[in-house]
């Protein structure tokens, strides 16, 4: 009786092996035929899933965009159960912007991948909607945050300074963690796990300051 193949899962594979050669070699070795030899299977099982090579790598950056956002949404509903202004909170502020950093072998692989992908996006219009979604997810998140940050007594200003401000932080707290991310993946000996959230302690110390004076 021939064994049964869960589709599901078999695209799964084929996506982690995306993913390995990227987070080695980067995106321009991820063709059909490396793919499905990282992956153990005939090009032709690997085109029984997917139609292109397009359509894996845009299936592929969806499933990143997906793992990405999926922490972070974990991370927001446990932020919303805490007290503002305690430890507590505040520990869960620095958990929720750590999913977007390689602080662990799992979303270094992640960033990597989600890096390789932005950057390709550039001149892969094939790209260009989950690259969309990506960058909205992430504008998303960091602007809750920061309207999430400011001082109680802050959060009916609704003028075009005020505004303007709170843009301008989210903007801010978005550069800080695509330099950190970069900085962790370019020289992780240097930019440890550790000095990534040193960094980012210190940032959001400096946040809270100018939300609070605006």
């Known amino acids: 009786m021939p064994k049964i193949v869960d589709a599901a899962a078999r695209r799964q594979e084929v996506v982690e092996a995306v993913f390995r050669i990227i987070a080695a070699d980067g995106l321009e070795r991820a063709s059909l035929r490396e793919v499905a030899d990282e992956a153990g299977l005939a090009v032709g099982s ?27 949404a974990g991370s927001r509903e446990h932020l919303e159960s805490l ?15 750590g999913q977007f950093l390689p ?3 799992e979303r270094a692989v ?9 950057n390709a996006a550039r001149i892969r219009p094939f790209l260009a909607a989950e690259a969309d979604r990506s960058h909205r997810a992430v504008a998303a998140a960091v602007g809750w945050l920061v309207m999430e940050l400011r001082a109680p ?19 801010r707290l978005l550069a800080t963690l695509d330099g950190l991310t970069m900085h962790a993946l370019l020289q992780p000996e240097w930019m440890t796990a550790e000095m990534c959230r040193d ?12 939300l609070a004076s605006h």
């Not at 007290?83 to 912007?97: W, Y």
């Not at 007594?153 to 903007?171: F, H, I, N, P």
């Not at 980012?200 to 100018?210: D, P």
């Open 199 to 210: 960094v980012l302690a210190s940032h959001l110390e400096s946040l809270g300051q100018s």
């Open 153 to 171: 007594g802050k959060a009916g200003c609704d003028d075009g300074e005020a505004q303007q401000s709170l843009v301008t932080e989210a903007e």
């Open 110 to 118: 992640d960033a990597c991948v989600w890096m390789a992908f932005k």
């Open 103 to 105: 602080l662990d072998e």
């Open 83 to 97: 007290v503002p202004g305690t430890q507590e909170h505040r520990d869960g502020v620095l958990t929720l912007l």
């Open 46 to 72: 690997v085109r029984h899933y997917f139609a292109s090579s397009e359509d894996l790598l845009a299936h592929s950056f969806g499933v990143v965009v997906d793992r990405v956002t999926g922490r972070l």
